[in-house]
Nanobody
């Protein structure tokens, strides 16, 4: 059983940056594709970014491409999401997730964190 704990959320002004972290425990971290998802009020949870097992391949939603960067440190069992040029549409609860399959589909991720709130003020 893998446990995931996110950190780094908060309140930031539009145009600012935040770095989220997700620490994993209870499993072999390098076995898992790691993803970030987000859920805004009244909306479905959506894919943001994912990174493959060794960190060699990353993928992003069109809405964050060029602004967000996902990375991982397998030695620290941690995945990161660097978020730059934030705007109000990025306001959401951000979740990290772990799965075996390299996919943006949230249904294919087996383990989820509790989420961390990101609020962007305009």
């Amino acid at each position: 059983q893998v446990q995931l704990v996110e950190s780094g959320g908060g309140l930031v002004q539009a145009g600012g940056s935040l770095r989220l972290a997700c620490a994993a425990s209870g499993g072999t971290f390098s076995r898992y594709v790691m993803g970030w998802f987000r859920q805004a009020p009244g909306k479905e949870r959506e894919f943001v970014a994912r990174v493959t097992w060794s960190g060699g391949i990353t993928s992003y939603a069109d809405s964050v491409k060029g602004r967000f960067t996902i990375s991982r440190e397998n030695a620290k069992n941690t995945v990161y999401l660097q978020m730059n040029s934030l705007n109000s549409e990025d306001t959401a609860v951000y979740y990290c997730a772990a799965g075996i399959v390299n996919t943006p589909s949230r249904a294919r991720y087996d383990y989820w964190g509790q989420g961390t709130q990101v609020t962007v003020s305009s």
